[in-house]
């Protein structure tokens, strides 16, 4: 099924790009494969950028050596103002195993190249920053995404440095290793932080301690199961990830998902939404010493846990959501509960969001720290919630509506001061659009279907999910397999992107506000390191 | 300030009385599920749905052996919807944790008939949870070991040593106002060498190995380890692969293991209150010793 409009865009790129644009097609309105004759990326992708400003989503591999004797590449495009993603495959051979390094010109995909050599064993060439991301230095030399290293190896004890940091010299000039245990109670990473007195010059990270074999996992698993293993990527975003997930695979099969399951994936999504943005709010106070704030903060966000339970029979909405639907529909004591939950937590919420603005020292803690500017938001491809509060008007819900989004109407906060302030503003302003969204919701399609049964998948298909989680665009890609399996799964969390802006904002602030601006970004270490 | 203090006042107390009092919980909240040994006429829908393994079958010619494992389990209730016969049903108990991981698991044998469903239950092998599952009298026995032994302070380090950050959220919400684990005198602290609890997430991955041993090497006797969790007790659904080495218990000495994916609050702080018993026996044999 090749539209009119798409086969003038192949011409125009087969024209501008000549054979090396081998075929295109359309597996589905809004997702367009471009497979390309050999690895050269760069020519599409400059043409794509300059002429279309389309943006680089998302980069990831392929081992397809056992069935067309190559590696594929696949770069993830969209543009603003349509739906549609731009999938460009590329072949990397798997005698060269070579393929031309993006990272020098779009820094955003600095870590995903990275990753794609120590999981494939492929060299991105050219890449300004070439060592080891997702693997640490002390592992042997395994590619543990290929499709002949079996997940159960068990690797030899590692030795050697795990990681050696860049030195940092200069009179006064200290390096101060923090974690990979850190103060609180949160997940694993190192950082080092090179500072001159107070002030952070160069902030070193070090993630992928939580890496646990996702991705492989998903292609030993079959379907029904990798449902749960998708809700454990991110446990804050058990419903997001699960969603993208069964999206995925619906995706592939041509499942519809009757309306009723649509909006209650929708309601649990913003609840989700919800939240986690009011821990967040909570713990941002905390950070600068506001602390009944967060005692307001984490008991609102208790009563929706709460309301999470009731709604699905888990505190972070695990075990709800399925490939057709979702599990269970709502009764009439589960939709007052919502009801009733929601309308007080919005006065509530109101009544926490003027304590933090009527206190002065607090804003002035948050005005001008952990300052990333917009144009290196864009650099660095920043998603979410740290994109939108430095200019980054990115949101999948409206640019590629997915669930019920496209039935209710609301706001996409952005600010372009991009400091820990801003990005609590825009937590704020997303709760009371989540929150009229929820209204809305709440009775649509009330007497519709919430799931259908599904049929065997079938084989050798590929389908792109996109869902927007309280963080920001996450990104499921799978190729299924026979019997119920997948053949790959590939998980892009939107920290992965968002990491390097930590590192951007920290510069210059003191260390003694480095919790604070990590907090008000409060990436996924397990999202990331899967 | 005015404002602050009218908020305070208008809310009021939200901290619960748990274990004190029965804890207030969704009666939609998928807890334990209870299997009724005698009435399963048919384990393979189960085991065939579980997503980790939790309910698993051997079969030979004429007899089945069933497990069930609740530290593998994550309380998704897909094994009482895919049984028929009713003898799978989702319980609310949540209380689960204990000190010896063979509690979690129990066992059956079954004859089989011709289409291999179950003719005869031949022996079941279920072990209580705990003996200690009085939680009520467990609370009063922390608090006052907890008030005389430990000079009315129980510090805890908490290890993320790779989990997907769902118990983390758990743990974190227990020092939220409404389960307020501090009116124990229980404490998360930044260094292990105040701590006298290590409270560890999994599975614990190659990455975080050292780190594991490093924190718990740190800690100062009499100190007691408690595992949390489906990934923490058994590897859940993540399992032993080249990156997870799976339980905790693999590279720690185990003394407490909290069942739950994750556990919620009160489940974790029934398990933090058992490990306190162990704790306090453990400084008993120290003075003896």
Redo the contacts between chains.
Sequence with gaps: MMTQAMSAMFEALRQKLGPQVQSVRADREDEIYLLLADADIRPITEHLRGQFGARLVTVFAEDRRATEGVFFNYYVFEQKGSAQYLIVQAPVRSDSLEFPSLSAELPAVNWQEREIQDWFGLKAAGHPNPRRVALHDNWPDVYPLRKDFPLETVLPPFEGERHIYRPAFGEGVLQVPVGPVHAGIIEPGHFNFAVAGEPILYLQLRMFYTHKGTEKLFEQLPIHKAVFLAESISGDSSFSHGTAFCQAIERAANIEVPLRGLVMRTILLELERICNHVGDIGAIATDVGFVIANAHASRLKETLVTLNEQLTGSRLLRGMVCVGGVRRSWDAAQLGALRSTVDSFAREFRDLISLIDRSESTRDRLEQTGVLRPDKARDLGIVGVGGRASGVDLDVRRDHPYAAYSRYSFRVPVYQAGDVWHRMQVRIDEVNESIGIVQNAMADGLRREFRVPVPPIPSDRCALSAVEGWRGEIIHWIRTGPDNHLERCKIKDPSLNNWPALVEAVQGNIIADFPVINKSFNLSYSGTDR | MF??LQ??VS?GT?TVNYPAEPAK??E???GRPSFDFDKWKDARPAAD?C??GAISLSDNDESRNVTVDYGLC?????CA?ASSDQAVR?TQEFALATSDRRNLVFTAEYTLNADRTHGGLRKVDRRLVDAETDVESLGQKARDTIQKILGRSLAIR????????????????L?????DIERFGIH?V?S?RHADMLLVTG?V????EL?LLK?HRAMAEPKVVVAVGA?GISG?????????LGSVDKVLPVDVYIPG??P?PQALLHGILLAVGRLAERLHTDRAG
């Design positions: 404002k602050i908020k305070t809310t939200v919980i969704s939609r909240f998928r749905v997503p980790t994550v309380f998704c209730g897909l919807e989702v908490e290890v993320d040593a790779g989990s997907c950050n769902g118990c983390e959220l758990e743990i974190v919400a020092n939220n106002p409404v389960h998360f930044a292990p599975p991955t190659r990455n975080m780190a924190t990934c859940g659904i993540f399992g032993e692969n080249y990156a997870s994916c994750p919620r």
